[in-house]
């Protein structure tokens, strides 16, 4: 009965019928590095918790996040938390009513993506020149 | 009814209204500070040894900024992953299930990581 009732209603076009926007790429991977976030924050949690018990403890952490898996989601989660910061403030920006045009929300999806990338990147080069290399 | 009062006060039927939205902002801008200090942390402690380690975050200031982090971080996850599975969990008890569950994470992480700073600060 109710998959009869669901046949006939008038259904709104499906996500891949639209073709794929920047913005709507840029709203989707607002959600996705939040989501990140939350489980880089575990992440976070564990090594916290490990150094609050102990070397020990520490250095089982130490080894996952020196090995190539955990270097590799280290710079994801500090790529996702610098993305969704950065359109984060995009968001701020527009609940003030500024930059909602079409040219505005362009630039503003692609200042993040590359200011996101840059600065990551930056941010690693600089914090390996700082310990001596990799 | 909305009583002249409830519309002073912005109130509709639903007895609450702009709260979640005003929280997510709240800590959205208390977390551009707080996640460029967690960012610098993590990139400048790359391969650091345990001593080195603790004695950062048993720094004052350092344990400050990581514990606002945390309670911000944690309140704005858990709006957050809200509102997605409100938005793509669509069975009534698994909606339930995974809100709970949200809860329950964002809670978890902010205590546990709140209970780790306080040791390492008081060093035991």
Known sequence: M????????PLSPHLQIY???LTMMMSIAHRI???G????FALLTWWLVAISIGPDAYATVDAFFGSLIGRVLLFLFTWSLI???LGGIRHLIWDTGHGLDKVSIEVFAWATIISSVVLTVLIWVAGYALMGGP | MATPLKRV???????EGTETFWRQR???MANIPLVIFLVLSIVSHIGASYADVRAYLANPIVAVLMLALIISAAIHMRIGLREIIEDYVHGEGCKVLALVA???FAGLIAIASTLAIVKISLGS
């Open chain 1, 37 to 40: 976030n939350a489980v880089g």
């Open chain 1, 33 to 35: 590095t939040g989501f």
């Open chain 1, 19 to 21: 073709r794929p926007m």
């Open chain 1, 83 to 85: 993305h969704h910061m």
């Open chain 2, 102 to 104: 949200t809860t329950f």
């Open chain 1, 2 to 9: 109710t998959n009869k009732l669901e046949a006939e209603r």
């Open chain 2, 26 to 28: 709240l800590t959205a």
């Open chain 2, 9 to 15: 006060r912005g109130l509709g039927a639903a007895h």
